[in-house]
């Protein structure tokens, strides 16, 4: 079956700090790979997303490359803010159109100044 | 962008009552929907797909008379929590794909769900 294993949490970072989440995948076939962020009370966001293996996504200075031979989308940042606090998912599609979401648990990350 | 609007943020209800929360696609059609609940620092589990014009398609393990589905147009979902209990209580998400932006799926802000 599918399913998403990120690193458990919490994250506590100063800022300016190298963030690295970890997230690693099972799938069968070719799944998408995303990261959504949801910022406290709020909705998911999308943050960023790779469709096939070597793709790199990135958004608002986070990366994450997709990599079929270790199943794995960490999401990197080189510099965190205090603005990026907030709970990290990891997400991965089966590429089928309307199929729902499997996540992870989730990963909260938090930056002091 | 797509939104998805859901409605109410937050309730508190007694056991044994029935609670409605409603999901609407704002600025697109939405012939599916899915419904999420996510328990404290777990995971977004999905519990059931919502289908405009059909039953909807409950995951292994999700009571389907409890949790009762209605996708009555191609913007509205309902989902009604019947005969509340307190192991009910979770935070209920929405989606919808939109098949046209990046993300595949939109999501509402989620409902606070309290059962005392």
């Known amino acids: 079956g599918n399913s998403v294993t990120q690193m458990e949490g919490p994250v506590t970072l100063s800022e300016e700090a190298f963030l690295t989440i970890n997230c690693t995948y099972t799938?069968?076939?070719?799944?998408?790979l995303f990261w959504y962020v949801q910022y406290p009370g709020e909705g998911l966001q999308l943050l960023l997303k790779?469709?096939?293996?070597?793709d790199k996504g990135s958004n608002k200075g986070f990366e994450a490359t997709y990599r079929k031979e270790t199943t794995s989308f960490h999401l990197e940042k080189g510099s965190v803010q205090v603005s990026d606090s907030a709970v990290y998912f990891c997400a991965l599609t089966p590429n089928q159109a309307g199929t729902a979401l499997i996540f992870g648990k989730g990963t909260t990350l938090s930056v002091s100044s | 962008g797509a939104v998805v609007s859901q409605h109410p943020s937050w309730v508190i209800c007694k056991s044994g009552t029935s609670v409605k929360i409603e999901c609407r696609s704002l600025?697109?059609?939405?012939?599916?929907m899915f419904w999420y609940r996510q328990f404290p620092k777990q995971s977004l589990m999905l519990m059931a797909t919502?289908?405009?014009?059909?039953?909807?398609?409950?995951e292994q393990g999700v009571e389907k008379d409890k949790f009762l589905i209605n996708h009555a147009s191609l913007t509205l979902s309902t989902l009604t929590v019947t005969s509340a209990h307190p192991e009910d209580s979770s935070f209920y998400i929405c989606?919808?794909?939109?098949?046209?932006?990046?993300?595949?799926?939109?999501f509402g802000n989620g409902t606070r769900l309290t059962v005392t």
């Open positions: 919502s289908n405009e014009g059909s039953k909807a398609t409950y």
């Open positions: 799938a069968t076939g070719y799944p998408s």
């Open positions: 600025d697109f059609q939405a012939t599916t």
């Open positions: 989606s919808a794909p939109d098949n046209v932006g990046d993300s595949p799926l939109h």
């Open positions: 790779a469709t096939k293996a070597d």
